[in-house]
DNA sequence: GCCGTTTAGTTTCCGGTGGT
DNA sequence: ACCACCGGAAACTAAACGGC
């Protein structure tokens, strides 16, 4: 069992049955989520709440391409006929508890710096090209300083590097660069500006991509879009003026789509892996 | 009054900056 | 060359605000 922080919220709880169903158990039923919810407060939560809860979870049910559950009237059934990789549980527990770092075996795990690494392979996905990844702190390997980073990028696009920002700048709110090339590697190409929120407080971050300043950065021959990621799903009454705000959203419906063949990154996959039980053993109860 | 959104304040991390 | 300090970035929290 693992625990609920936040029993009220029709969302979180829904977050929540998706870890049961995909580490915990089978299935659950409408009465003992129930009795597992008063057993937490003390008040007997509503039919209306319990339904509420269910319909989030039709409503996700018919947006994965492949279901992890089954939703019935009275129960949910973990679907056996789908295992999702690592990923999966990274973007669960981000959703519902948010980031929280910490050390593990010496090394620090950054979660928000790992749901960044499986957004780029994401973004891949869709884009059927290549991805630099931009954001701070700059990886291991990876020049530190923003003006390097920049340069190059614009070298490997074949776009025009004009000037940086001052050197304080640490990533100017982009943490990931996607761009499909054409065979004869020219400039002009699609080109994305991805940002990625792990944490709770993503909607405070859907206006924080200067893209003007981007495009003074480097002197693209077609200006780039934006995208945004989140580990949680989007509700539907945010979903269009987030998307005004942010550009492509990609929540966890869309990038469990998307990694429909897992990550293809051993490091990645194993990190992901070494977190996610650090994560599920500090909530368990 | 309740609920969700917005804003401001706080914390932590980690390079760059500039003084010694 | 070293080191204290600065400031961007990510995240959380609490307080203020406004609609039902």
């Not at 979660?111 to 994401?122: C, H, I, N, V, Y």
């Not at 990028?153 to 100017?172: C, Q």
């Not at 792990?198 to 003074?216: E, Q, S, V």
Request: hydrophobic content about 40%.
């Amino acid at each position: 069992m693992i625990e609920i922080p936040d029993a009220q919220s029709h969302r979180a709880v829904a977050d929540w049955l998706e870890i049961h169903l995909s580490i915990f158990a089978a299935s659950i039923s409408k009465a003992e989520l129930s009795s597992y919810l008063e057993g937490l407060s003390g008040d007997e939560s509503t039919e209306a709440f319990l339904s509420s809860v269910w319909n989030e979870l039709l409503s996700r049910q018919s947006q994965y391409m492949r279901p992890p559950f089954i939703v019935s009237e009275r129960r949910i059934i973990k679907n056996t006929a789908v295992t999702y990789g690592v990923e999966y549980l990274t973007c669960l527990i981000l959703s519902l508890y948010g980031v929280n770092d910490h050390d593990i075996s010496g090394r620090r795990m950054r979660s928000a710096k790992l749901f960044e690494r499986l957004s780029g392979f994401a973004l891949q996905e869709y884009l059927g090209g290549r991805f630099f990844l931009f954001g701070w702190p700059a990886l291991d390997g990876t020049e530190p300083a923003i003006q390097a980073r920049i340069q190059q990028v614009s070298t490997e696009l074949n776009e025009r590097f004009v000037e940086a920002p001052a050197a304080t700048y640490k990533d100017r709110g982009v943490d990931i660069i996607a761009w499909k090339p054409f065979a004869e590697g020219r400039s002009c190409q699609c080109v994305i500006l991805a940002q990625c929120a792990a944490g709770k407080d993503w909607r405070n971050k859907t206006t924080t991509l200067p893209m003007d300043a981007w495009t003074k950065y480097i002197h693209w021959a077609s200006n780039p879009i934006k995208a945004f990621f989140v580990p949680c799903v989007i509700p539907d009454n945010l979903w269009l003026e987030a998307s005004w705000e942010a550009g492509i959203l990609f929540d966890r419906i869309r990038i469990m789509n998307l990694l429909n063949g897992g990550i293809p990154d051993e490091q990645l996959n194993q990190d992901l892996l070494t977190w996610t039980t650090e994560q599920l053993s500090e909530h368990e109860v």
